[in-house]
């Protein structure tokens, strides 16, 4: 007899990860999907109803038929999707008010496949607000050996929402009236090669835009045959910033494996922060709700490791700043208790609340161009208006001892700063001229301890970094 996979050694705390055939097979998806339909059936009776959408890895398609068939012999109806980005399958969740799975490892090589739950209303689902006991109820099937079916098994329809959803966003940004912009988009043979063209472009029947398109791999190949689709790791930029600088192109936009995610280079090929663009798109939402005549409190989250310049640009507009924890289903959380308009991640993720609270990626790259679009300069000088200060990026270090190491760091600078525990260490401290602060934070997954440092000035930012690590790594 098999031994049933362990299923809590990939199912983390926001979404399934794994490497396909060993740890993701046929078998344990469906059951996968049964638990799924088990757990939203309890929002939505027995006539639960369910959306499935996935990416281009080639083990997608199959997953998503299994995890259909899970689903079915657990009494629910199930609207595939197909081929779409992650935000594609929020907006289906959204638009239509279903439970949705995404078939996705995002960035992850192409050995690795998994599944990005939501409620309906595209709302988040982590191993405390539903994940656990989906993993549970998956992890008891696999264990009996079979999926106990319902008297009236479920059915199966397929929605192609592409056009829809390039419409809608096209509704919520409009860049008609911007100058004309040349635009790289290297899509790293991701879904982005689906979703661009669809919205920037004409492939969905939408009215053409004042974007040259420059593609860079948009053919929707799984194995990523050019360069992994994750655009937070410097190598994988370098394309699109020599494309960038040779066709003499204005932006330049990387989208990871999912699309998702969005990265921006200037017209010189340099990287534009993902803490800029979030204090960019903050401004523009604070300044629509507001010209639509909302009144009161206006909420924008950020996280604790965005550049100081997001929280003060959030509260020179007016609003409120509201800092969270790294993470995208605790964060989608905080948008629907919050009741937050829009909230940025340092690792390129928007969530927006015309979105139903879901990140895209698209949406913020949208909010980008539309700002770009309408400034008289390079955007390398619109960046720089929004990166006044000194970063460190995130740095992984090992460590064996995560224990000593924050004894270390607690030593060091508890009589140098106010310290706070939202998600890891986060010191801060300096004069106001020359201010300070790093956050220091476990890996979820791995033996990890990563920091992020920031400071008013550079050599101020240099000397802690160095300290910072000189403390974790001894």
Request: charged share 20%.
């Amino acid at each position: 007899m098999t031994t049933a996979p362990d299923l809590s050694t990939f199912i983390k705390a926001y979404d399934v990860r794994g490497l396909v055939g060993s740890q993701l097979t046929e078998p344990v998806v469906e059951a996968l999907g049964a638990a799924f339909a088990d757990e939203m059936r309890g929002e939505g009776g027995s006539g639960t109803q369910l959306a499935v959408g996935h990416d281009m890895r080639d083990s997608s398609p199959g997953f998503a038929a299994a995890f259909a068939r899970g689903a079915q012999a657990r009494g629910a109806s199930v609207v595939m999707l197909g081929l779409c980005s992650t935000d594609q399958t929020y907006f289906a969740s959204g638009r239509y008010g279903l439970p949705a799975a995404m078939f996705t490892a995002s960035h992850n090589p192409a050995t690795y496949n998994g599944i990005k739950f939501c409620r309906a209303g595209a709302q988040g689902i982590s191993l405390d607000t539903g994940l656990g006991a989906i993993r549970d109820r998956a992890q008891a099937y696999l264990d009996a050996g079979s999926i106990p079916a319902t008297d009236a098994p479920g059915t199966v329809e397929h929605r192609d929402t592409l056009a829809a959803y390039a419409a809608y966003l096209r509704e919520l940004v409009d860049l008609s009236s911007v100058r004309p912009l040349r635009v790289v988009v290297d899509a790293g043979n991701g879904m982005g090669g689906l979703t661009v063209p669809a919205v920037l472009g004409t492939a969905a029947g939408l009215p053409a835009l004042p974007l040259e398109i420059i593609p860079l791999y948009f053919e929707l190949d799984g194995t990523f045959p050019n360069h992994e689709a994750n655009p937070l790791e410097p190598a994988n930029l370098v394309d699109l910033q020599k494309a960038v600088v040779a066709h003499g192109a204005d932006l330049g936009l990387a989208f990871d494996g999912d699309a998702d995610r969005c990265f921006v280079v200037d017209e010189l090929g340099q990287p534009v922060t993902p803490s800029a663009v979030a204090a960019i798109v903050a401004l523009r939402e604070i300044s629509r709700v507001r010209a639509a005549g909302e009144t009161g409190e206006i909420v924008v989250l950020h996280n604790l490791i965005t550049s100081r310049i997001v929280p003060e640009t959030i509260t020179g507009a007016g609003a409120r700043a509201v800092r969270t924890k790294v993470g995208h289903s605790l964060i989608k959380d905080v948008m629907h208790e919050t009741g937050a308009i829009f909230g940025g991640e340092h690792s390129a993720h928007y969530y927006f609340r015309d979105f139903w609270g879901a990140d895209n990626g698209m949406l913020a790259a949208m909010h980008l161009i539309a700002q770009f679009g309408q400034y008289d300069g390079p955007l390398s000088a619109l960046a720089a208006e929004f990166t006044p200060y000194t970063a460190s990026g995130e740095i992984n270090s090992t460590v064996t001892d995560v224990p000593a190491a924050y004894t270390r760091i607690v030593e060091a600078f508890t009589a140098r700063g106010s310290v706070d525990e939202l998600d890891g260490l986060t010191f801060s401290g300096g004069p106001a001229d020359d201010w300070w602060w790093f956050t220091v934070r476990p890996s979820n997954t791995e033996p990890l301890l990563r920091l992020n440092a920031e400071a008013a000035r550079p050599e101020t930012m240099a000397a802690l970094r160095d300290e910072v690590l000189a403390l974790i790594r001894a």
